[in-house]
């Protein structure tokens, strides 16, 4: 179940961090879209869904099994996601109150050119 705030951690294949990804959206299946990952056979499955929920303290493995590669640097990844967790959150609050502002006006001069329309 996607929640608040949702990440992909992608497996890393040389000695470079693994990629974490996110997303406006809280959906995991967004973001795996958007990257153009394969979702397919979890035995060689190279990304692992992940949440980290206010107050950002614990990171959550949304996945029936941790894979083995994100449980050997689970600390490592689990500082990197609450850490960025804890950059986005305001800032996503901040993109929320100004979308929200933005589509009330949207929705205002749409209805006010819709009535002149049907006058």
Known sequence: MCEYKSFLVVRSLDDTPHRILFYEENSHEVIISRA???????HVQ???RVECRPPFKDVFVDEREVPSWYHESRP???ARVIE????IDPLYADYEAKRATLYA???AKRATLYADYEA
């Open 84 to 87: 960025l967790a804890l950059i």
């Open 76 to 78: 490592e990844i689990d």
């Open 105 to 107: 006006d949207y929705d």
């Open 46 to 48: 190279h990304f692992a």
């Open 36 to 42: 153009g990952l394969s979702d397919g056979d979890l």
